[in-house]
């Protein structure tokens, strides 16, 4: 683990820890970085998918947006999803989940991450009026994310989804668009009667 | 114990059943009242030939969508339909019913005996929920007499025609006792 300056028993901040964001590539590097923390079962404690063993095939449906440092070390974030939960809703809602390599824990890198991510997709995606994260209850420190984020804890939703065979109670929260000071005009909806 | 005038009456029964197109004009009563049709994602129905259509494209070939019947009578008065999420451990249930029941428990037995049935027979079934809109104390009602428990206010989480609203959560989960 890297060691980081301390003053009065505060690690100091990192000086001009910068963050973009940029979309994945089909590359050898993007595969090599995307496996040190999809392997790492650290990373993938509160993720379904198991830790991978081999690199993904270039085809899987690996996410757009990811956080460069070069090489490509550390973060990745999957794009918001597009559409609500269930397809019958119109589609004016998305998720967003990420994934920070170890070594890149505790310097706010996922924090500054999410929160680059959430105002590219309300600029890039005007139909949008929420942003939705869930984070196992047992992690505080992704709540502590998205809490720092700007994301808004709505509630504990039990027994949420499947994790290693086991349901788990999941925190929820979201940022919608007037908590951004936005306002939309009326969603146009695209279901049948 | 004394009974008071306020106790509540003796519970409804209801029966749920797969519905037939011959139910057409049963389900016209609720589909074709604005008033129903207010919370729903849908238009008040105006004729029976688009609501036909419909029991044979959407609820025949539906994975579960039930008629609710009242002890003993064969008429459908509401209707009751479990949604499938993402995930085969979650589920989730609406319901609608004509206005001449509403007030009467006849939702709340229904949604009981959804969910009874629904652990009974969805395979990994941990967890059915519910939207209710936050304006709609009603319906949040007959949830939480049917044993669920409200979870959170998901801010912007569905649309109804064209506004995007407010929901409450409600959830009902396999080691929540089932009320009788």
Known sequence: MEVQAVQGGVPAAEPELAITLREFTLSDADAEAFMSWASDPRVVRFQRRPPLHRRPRPAAPLVPRHLRRRPPRGLHLRQARRAGPRGRRPPFMASVGYRVAREHWGRGVATRAVTAAADAVFAAWPWLRRLEAVADVENPASQRVLEKAGFVREGVLRQYIMLKGRPRDMVMFSIVDTDRGEHKQPVVETHGP | ?180
């Open chain 2, 1 to 180: 114990m004394e009974q008071s005038s306020q106790e509540t009456p003796r519970a409804v029964e209801v029966t749920l059943r797969p519905f037939e197109l011959s139910d057409v004009d049963a389900m016209m009563v609720w589909a074709s009242d604005p008033q129903v049709a207010a919370v729903c994602s849908w238009d008040a129905y105006e004729s029976t030939e688009p609501l036909l259509a419909f029991i044979r494209d959407a609820v025949l070939p539906h994975p579960w969508y039930r008629a609710i019947c009242l002890a003993g009578e064969d008429r459908p008065v509401g209707a009751v339909l479990m949604m499938p999420t993402g995930d085969l451990c979650r589920a989730e249930i609406g319901y609608h019913l004509a206005r001449a029941h509403w007030g009467k428990g006849v939702a709340t037995a229904a949604v009981k005996r959804t969910v009874a049935a629904l652990f009974d027979e969805m395979e990994g079934l941990e967890r059915v929920e519910a939207l209710v809109d936050v304006a709609n104390p009603a319906s949040q009602r007959v949830l939480e007499k049917a044993g669920f428990t409200r979870e959170a206010v998901l801010r912007k989480y569905c649309a109804i025609k064209g506004v995007v609203k407010d929901m409450v959560m409600f959830s009902f989960i396999n080691t929540d006792p089932l009320v009788e």
